[in-house]
Each structure stands twice: as C-alpha cells, then as structure tokens.
C-alpha cells in the first residue's frame, strides 16, 4: 500500500492550492484519511480528519476557516483545499490514512512521502 501526495508548489500569499493524496496498492477498506503539515523546526500537526463516510474534523479555527478536507471513495484519495495561505502556512504537508490492506486484512496506519507548500511573495 501507498500513499502519493500531490499539488504542493510556491503560491504567493492570499493564494490557494489544492493537495491530493491517493492511495493504491492491495486495497479492502480506507477508514480515516487525514492530512499533517510540518514546518523546519516544528513537530508534525494535525490539520484535519475525515472519516469514510465524510465527516471531517479540523484541528483549530485558522486551519478550518480556510480549508476544506473532501475524499472521493472511488478514487481512494483524500484532498485539502487551502485558501488565504499565509508564510506561515509553509510548510511540508503529509498525508495519513488507515488502511486494511490485503491479504490478510490488517488494518494499518499509512503515510505519504510529503509535498513542499512554500507561501511566498
């Protein structure tokens, strides 16, 4: 199993960007999915959480004012849209999910390799 995250970049601020995360490989069942953010320096946080069937949960007010967290079942892929970025919103972004892999159905917590948001002018 895999998790590929995608759509990070250098965005001025007071921009937006959408990250995508998708998951393959020997696949039964995706439970949450969830996307981190770490910036040089910083611990690895929580930014927001959705569940299968597509209730999310954000972390604080700044993260959920300005983001939304949305899956498509389909696709195995989870998304953060991010609007009004802020220089402190550079950061690397990670996504996370719990799988039950195949073949033997264990469920196990996954993450991606991290994509680069950088919030400059």
């Known amino acids: 199993v895999q998790l590929q995250a995608s759509g990070g970049g250098l965005v001025q601020p007071g921009g937006s960007l959408r990250l995508s995360c998708a998951a393959s490989?020997?696949?039964?069942?995706?439970?949450?999915m969830a996307w981190y953010r770490q910036a040089s320096g910083n611990q690895r946080e929580l930014l927001a959480r959705i569940t299968s069937d597509g209730n999310a949960y954000y972390a604080d007010s700044s993260v959920k004012a300005r983001s939304t967290i949305s899956r498509d079942n389909a696709k195995n892929t989870v998304y953060l849209q991010m609007n009004s970025l802020k220089p402190e919103d550079t950061a690397v972004y990670y996504c996370?999910?719990?799988?039950?892999?195949?073949?033997?159905?264990?469920?196990?917590?996954?993450w991606g390799q991290g994509t680069q948001v950088t919030v400059s002018s």
């Open positions: 490989g020997g696949i039964f069942g995706i439970k949450d």
């Open positions: 996370n999910a719990l799988i039950i892999a195949r073949p033997m159905g264990v469920l196990g917590n996954y």
